[in-house]
């Protein structure tokens, strides 16, 4: 069954810095990755997803696929306040998407 | 306008009564989903619909029941609620099983 796991379970970073936001997983059969966020007391909401190895970007959020070093990355450009959020990575797992368990960002003013 | 409904969002109960949460979406998804959500954590997967009868159990099944009847429509049932599964309780639905998922706003349950 997919495994997904995220590092670190929480970040604390400057505005304007650059955020990494790391998952590892255990099933490279896997044809589906996002990355979901959540404010705090809202419900999760799909970010990006990818479906082949590589990068794909949009505005300051970049994603990048490693399918052979079961790896998966979240990158945000110009971390603002409004970026302080839980970030939940996403995999398929047999019929399903396994979520892991969250990174709490929070981007200090 | 894609959209994913709770009611109720919040909801307050004495131990051993039963909770009935219902889920609406009007994007005609297949697959639809229960998740709880506890303080500091991730989501975990309580039911997942594949299909109107069809549902399979998730990582956390114990303790809760579900039905679907109507595409658009998936409820959780607590049968004799208990004090630990106060919690936030997500409905999501997603085209199929391997994609994008939209979340409902959530339900707050507070068992007493």
């Known amino acids: 069954q997919q495994k997904v796991q995220q590092s670190p379970e929480s970040l604390i970073v400057p505005e304007g810095a650059m955020t990494s936001l790391n998952c590892t997983f255990s099933?490279?059969?896997?044809?589906?990755f996002a990355w979901y966020r959540q404010h705090s007391g809202k419900a999760p909401k799909a970010l990006m997803s990818?479906?082949?190895?590589g990068e794909k970007e949009e505005g300051r959020f970049t994603i990048h696929l490693n399918k052979a070093s079961l790896h998966f990355s979240l990158h945000i450009r110009d971390s603002q306040p409004s970026d302080s959020a839980l970030y939940l990575c996403?995999?398929?797992?047999?019929?399903?998407?396994?979520f892991g368990s969250g990174t709490r960002l929070l981007v200090s003013p | 306008d894609m959209k994913v409904t709770q009611m109720p969002r919040y909801l307050i109960k004495r131990m051993g009564e039963n909770v009935l949460l219902e889920c609406g979406q009007d994007?005609?998804?297949?697959?639809m989903y229960w998740y709880r959500q506890d303080p500091g954590l991730g989501l975990q997967l309580i039911y997942i619909s594949y299909d109107v009868d069809s549902n399979s159990e998730g990582d956390i099944p114990k303790g809760y029941r579900v039905s679907r009847k109507k595409r658009e429509h998936f409820s959780l049932i607590l049968d004799s609620a208990k004090t630990n599964q106060t919690s936030v309780y997500f409905c999501a639905s997603s085209r199929d099983s391997q994609d994008t998922q939209y979340f409902g706003p959530g339900t707050r349950l507070l068992v007493l």
């Open positions: 996403a995999g398929t797992g047999g019929y399903k998407v396994v």
């Open positions: 099933d490279s059969a896997s044809q589906y």
């Open positions: 990818i479906f082949s190895n």
């Open positions: 994007m005609s998804h297949e697959t």
